[in-house]
Nanobody, 117 residues
Framework: QVQLVESGGGLVQPGGSLRLSCAAAGFTFSSYAMSWVRQAPGKGLEWVSDINSRGGSTYYADSVKGRFTISRDNAKNTLYLQMNSLKPEDTALYYC??????????WGQGTQVTVSS
């Protein structure tokens, strides 16, 4: 059974940083590209970033490019999202998903990120 469990969200001031983690289980993590997707209050889903199965290729939405870094540790079956220079518009529920952009088949339950002073 595929399981994706996000953690690391919280309340942070503008300009601050957070590191999200996604623990994967129930499938061969190293064989799949993975994504981070977010949903802000009252808005639709927004793809944030994805990474190929080996971690050698990464992609970012223009809204986060230069501020967020996606990475993975295949030995630990864990996906990460380092978020720096956070802005209020980054406030959202962040999900990790199995698969590359718009090809997700499983999702986690999400972790809330709130950027506010």
């Amino acid at each position: 059974q595929v399981q994706l469990v996000e953690s690391g969200g919280g309340l942070v001031q503008p300009g601050g940083s957070l590191r999200l983690s996604c623990a994967a289980a129930g499938f061969t993590f190293s064989s799949y590209a993975m994504s981070w997707v977010r949903q802000a209050p009252g808005k639709g889903l927004e793809w944030v970033s994805d990474i190929n199965s080996r971690g050698g290729s990464t992609y970012y939405a223009d809204s986060v490019k230069g501020r967020f870094t996606i990475s993975r540790d295949n030995a630990k079956n864990t996906l990460y999202l380092q978020m720096n220079s956070l802005k209020p518009e980054d406030t959202a529920l962040y999900y990790c998903a199995r698969g590359p952009m718009e090809e997700y088949d499983y999702w986690g339950q999400g972790t809330q990120v709130t950027v506010s002073s």
